[in-house]
């Protein structure tokens, strides 16, 4: 019934950027706050940004002032602009719904690889 997917992903340079896109449908997407997370191999996913219904943002401190996340309620759609890329930020990303208790639902989409390497 619910589903997300990611696209926009691919590999660039460092230095570069990407704008990734979260398609939603099967919920009332106002209605949720949406989270991107990231998941690099050998590691636990992390939460990167969270948006809320009313457009507060939060980010993971290792991306903060670098990615930007943001929505379109008339698009159902959540989108994460990510600038100056480093290696690090390599990982699959994915959308979701955050939920209280720093967990969230499980909606997980395919996601969508994206790779920072020269």
């Known amino acids: 019934q619910v589903q997300l997917v990611e696209s926009g992903g691919g590999l660039v340079q460092p230095g570069g950027s990407l704008r990734l896109s979260c398609a939603a449908s099967?919920?009332?997407?106002?209605?949720?706050?949406m989270g991107w997370y990231r998941q690099a191999p050998g590691k636990q996913r992390e939460l990167v940004a969270t948006?809320?219904?009313?457009?507060?943002?939060m980010y993971a401190d290792s991306v903060k002032g670098r990615f930007t996340i943001s929505r379109d309620n008339a698009k159902d759609t959540v989108y994460l602009q990510m600038n100056m890329l480093k290696p690090e930020d390599t990982a699959v990303y994915y959308c979701?719904?955050?939920?209280?208790?720093?967990?969230?639902?499980?909606?997980w989409g395919q996601g969508t690889q994206v790779t920072v390497s020269s």
């Open positions: 979701n719904v955050p939920i209280i208790g720093n967990k969230e639902a499980d909606y």
């Open positions: 099967g919920i009332i997407f106002s209605a949720f706050a």
């Open positions: 948006i809320t219904t009313h457009s507060s943002t």
